[in-house]
């Protein structure tokens, strides 16, 4: 059963200046030292960056009356490369599935929150 649904997408841009303006401040507020040493170590950081944001307000929307933290939610890669959301917080009874993709200019993500059987 579907419990509730986001999507956002964001220019990379936006994230890219953003960090060049608060510099770690943002990037300590916004992402986990996990997916910081991802990026890192990626062709193109900001891109990854973008799409893990993205994700997380997509996250953050299907929670939509639910106050959840940036740093609540980790969006991590499993084994075979696709992108999964862990919470810090549990939230009991709950599974998150998500999707993320980005160009150069763009960043997409959506996420469905469904009760566990």
């Avoid at 841009?13 to 060049?20: L, N, Q, W, Y």
């Avoid at 990026?39 to 939509?64: C, D, G, M, Q, T």
């Avoid at 919470?87 to 566990?116: C, P």
Wanted: proline share 2%; charged share 35%.
């Amino acid at each position: 059963m579907i419990v509730g649904s986001g999507i956002d997408i964001i220019e990379v841009k936006r994230v890219k200046d953003a960090i060049k303006k608060w510099k770690d401040g943002f990037l300590k507020r916004v992402f986990t030292d996990e997916e910081l040493a991802y990026a890192k170590n990626r062709r193109f950081p900001y891109e990854h960056l973008a799409a893990r944001f993205a994700a997380k307000e997509a996250v953050i929307k299907a929670f939509s009356d639910q106050k959840i933290d940036f740093k609540d939610i980790k969006i991590i890669n499993n084994e075979n490369g696709k992108p999964v959301c862990e919470l810090k917080s549990k939230r009991n009874g709950v599974q998150i599935t998500i999707s993320i993709s980005h160009t150069k200019d763009y960043a997409v993500a959506s996420a469905i929150i469904t009760k566990k059987n």
